[in-house]
Nanobody, 124 residues
Framework: QVQLVESGGGLVQPEDSLKLSCAQSGRTFNSLRLAWFRQAPGKERAFVAAIDDSARNTYYADSVRGRFTISRDNAKNTVYLQMSSLKPEDTAVYYC?????????????????WGQGTQVTVSS
């Protein structure tokens, strides 16, 4: 089984930083390709970042590149999203997603396993 639980969301001001965590309760974490997506009200679910099983390759949406960093700790069965220089347009529900395969994908439909989401609100 692949079960994911996100945490770390909250209300912050522009230019603040926030770190999200996603923990997997199963025993297959090392084999997973992992990603973060986000969905704002009235918008489609959008790709944010992805990381492969070895953590040697990472991928970012243009809108967050240089501000967000994805990482994983296989010993803790956890993937992280470190967000800095946050903007109001980053406000969304952030979801952790997982898949098996040769490489991560930026397409939401490629991920069969999802967490419940955590709210991030950036507002002054």
């Amino acid at each position: 089984q692949v079960q994911l639980v996100e945490s770390g969301g909250g209300l912050v001001q522009p230019e603040d930083s926030l770190k999200l965590s996603c923990a997997q309760s199963g025993r297959t974490f090392n084999s997973l390709r992992l990603a973060w997506f986000r969905q704002a009200p009235g918008k489609e679910r959008a790709f944010v970042a992805a990381i492969d099983d070895s953590a040697r390759n990472t991928y970012y949406a243009d809108s967050v590149r240089g501000r967000f960093t994805i990482s994983r700790d296989n010993a803790k069965n956890t993937v992280y999203l470190q967000m800095s220089s946050l903007k109001p347009e980053d406000t969304a529900v952030y979801y952790c997603a997982a898949r098996f395969g040769f490489a991560p994908s930026s397409i939401a439909s490629a991920y069969p396993y999802w967490g419940q989401g955590t709210q991030v609100t950036v507002s002054s």
